[in-house]
C-alpha cells in the first residue's frame, strides 16, 4: 500500500487562457500480485486500487474525487497456453482535469486506437487474452 501525495501547477484552461488553476492531490492506492511469472504468467491475479481527492484544503483551485480499480486473473489450461481476464473501472464524482481523465487507448489498454485516444470521466473496459509460447521468449498473442 502506498500513500501519494502531490501538487502541482498546470494550465488547465478553466475560463481563459490567463487562469492558473493550482492542482493538488492525495491519493491512497493499493496492489496485490502473486502472478508466477513477470514475462509468461500461466497463474495468478494482479489487482490494484487508488483513490484520489483533489481539494482546496490542500491548497488547489480544483475539487473532485476519483477511484480507479483493474484486475487481471491468468490461467493455464495448457503448458504452453496462457489465458488471461482483465477488468478495468473508473469513475469521478465531477469532471475531471484533462491530465486526471482516464484513457483508452494504445497497444497496453485497446489496440485499434492511439494512445490516449478516448478521455473521460468514467471508464469500464474488459480484455480476454491468450499467448501462446512458441520459443522460450517468443510468444504469439490474440486479444478481444
Same mark, same amino acid.
Not at 107 to 134: N, P
Given at each position: 500500500?502506498?500513500? $501519494? ?12 487562457? =490567463? ?10 492506492? &493499493?496492489? $496485490? ?6 514475462? !509468461?504468467?500461466?497463474?495468478?491475479? +494482479?489487482?490494484?486500487? /487508488? *483513490?484520489? #481527492? ?7 483551485? *480544483?475539487?473532485? +474525487? ?6 487481471? #486473473? ?10 488471461? %481476464?482483465?477488468?478495468? %473501472?473508473?469513475?469521478?464524482?465531477? +469532471?475531471?482535469? =484533462?491530465?486526471?481523465?482516464f484513457s483508452l487507448g494504445g497497444r497496453r489498454s !485497446? ?5 490516449d485516444e478516448l478521455l473521460g470521466d468514467h471508464l $469500464?473496459?474488459?480484455? $480476454? /487474452? @491468450?499467448?501462446? +509460447?512458441i520459443y522460450p521468449r517468443s510468444y504469439a498473442e &490474440?486479444? @478481444?
Amino acid at each position: 500500500m502506498a500513500f $501519494i501525495a502531490s501538487s502541482e501547477d498546470v494550465n488547465l484552461e478553466k475560463d481563459s487562457v =490567463l487562469t492558473k488553476p493550482h492542482h493538488s492531490v492525495m491519493a491512497l492506492q &493499493a496492489r $496485490i500480485d502473486n502472478l508466477d511469472d513477470a514475462d !509468461f504468467p500461466t497463474r495468478g491475479r +494482479r489487482l490494484s486500487a /487508488k *483513490l484520489s #481527492w483533489g481539494d482546496k484544503f490542500f491548497g488547489g483551485d *480544483l475539487v473532485y +474525487r476519483d477511484f480507479a480499480a483493474d484486475g487481471e #486473473w491468468v490461467t493455464s489450461p495448457l503448458d504452453k497456453l496462457s489465458l488471461s %481476464f482483465a477488468l478495468r %473501472f473508473a469513475s469521478a464524482d465531477r +469532471r475531471l482535469p =484533462l491530465q486526471e481523465r482516464f484513457s483508452l487507448g494504445g497497444r497496453r489498454s !485497446f489496440m485499434g486506437l492511439a494512445d490516449d485516444e478516448l478521455l473521460g470521466d468514467h471508464l $469500464i473496459a474488459a480484455t $480476454i /487474452k @491468450g499467448r501462446y +509460447r512458441i520459443y522460450p521468449r517468443s510468444y504469439a498473442e &490474440a486479444r @478481444g
